[in-house]
């Protein structure tokens, strides 16, 4: 594998501020892509500026709400004019509006919506429509192992993440013909702010969340940076369609735990 596998390389990535997003940025930025990282708050952008900026990487923030789906859109423009080019979108800004079925109304399913599948619908469509032309490029659109399984709380959220998987591999027969990949990655588990939301401090619900997955772990966001820098290197070109699951094995599971049969997601935002 070479360091510099993105040399020349240019990737957007959203909710670039903070966990999967973070890590994400960093590992292609490490491996020399110029980066363009876009999220609500900017000092946190300010901050992962300054470690890339420790190794000499390219990185450029955006404040920048996904839910404003013109102001992406238009960045996605804006950056392929820029640059003259535009490699890899990685669609991976996080919401999680929970709450059981009868406890949530209409506004909730349309918030997870609006960025689980509307925000990659503009993505993809704008990054296609720069890629497309040019011959080359890899989407990776972050979904959830919530699109695979049932849960508590977690309808809404669940129906917007399995969306966003069927439209990626629509997507994927649309781009193929064109050199151009579209793949979903799917956490599961993962030590990220979201995680730590819905469980507060609870190190004995964490516990029981590692011992649970086969590999004995929650996974890290360097986990997930790994997988989609595989997916959007030169390494992954025979891979377009799929919706791989990184989750330490947890998916292929028949059984339950009661761990799952109690999280409860009502109060994550």
């Known amino acids: 594998m ?7 390389k240019v990737a957007i990535v959203t909710g670039g501020s903070m966990g999967i997003g973070r890590a994400t940025a960093l590992q292609l930025a490490r491996e020399g892509a110029q980066v363009i990282a876009c999220a609500r708050r900017m000092p946190r952008l300010d901050s992962l500026g300054d470690e890339i900026a420790a190794f000499d990487g390219k990185f450029k923030g955006v404040e920048l709400d996904i839910g404003d789906i013109d102001a992406f859109a238009q960045l996605i423009s804006d950056t392929a004019n820029k640059y003259g080019r535009l490699d890899i979108l990685v669609n991976n800004a996080p919401t999680v509006i929970g709450g059981m079925i009868l406890d949530q109304n209409i506004e909730d399913w349309r918030a997870n919506f609006g960025v689980c599948v509307e925000s990659v619908f503009i993505g993809v469509q704008a990054a ?7 011959g080359s490029g890899s989407i990776i659109n972050i979904s959830s192992v919530s699109s695979l399984r049932a849960g508590l709380a977690a309808g809404a ?3 917007a993440k399995a969306a966003v998987n069927q439209f990626s591999m629509c997507a994927a027969m649309e ?10 990655v799917a956490p599961g588990a993962v030590e990220t702010p979201g995680l730590n939301a819905s469980v507060g401090k609870n190190e004995a619900m964490k516990t029981l969340m590692a011992n649970s997955i086969p590999i004995q772990r929650l ?3 360097e986990d997930l940076a790994n997988t989609v820098c595989f997916l959007a290197s ?3 070109t025979f891979i377009t369609g ?3 699951p990184v989750d330490g094995g947890k998916t292929p599971q028949l059984h339950v735990p009661d761990w799952e049969l109690t999280l409860d997601n009502r109060n994550v935002k």
């Open 2 to 8: 070479s360091a510099q596998r993105f040399e020349g």
């Open 128 to 134: 296609l429509r720069v890629m497309q032309p040019q």
């Open 157 to 159: 959220y669940s129906a």
């Open 175 to 184: 781009a193929a013909p064109y050199g151009v990949r579209v793949n979903v």
């Open 219 to 221: 996974g890290t966001p």
């Open 234 to 236: 030169d390494e992954s």
């Open 242 to 244: 799929v919706v791989l």
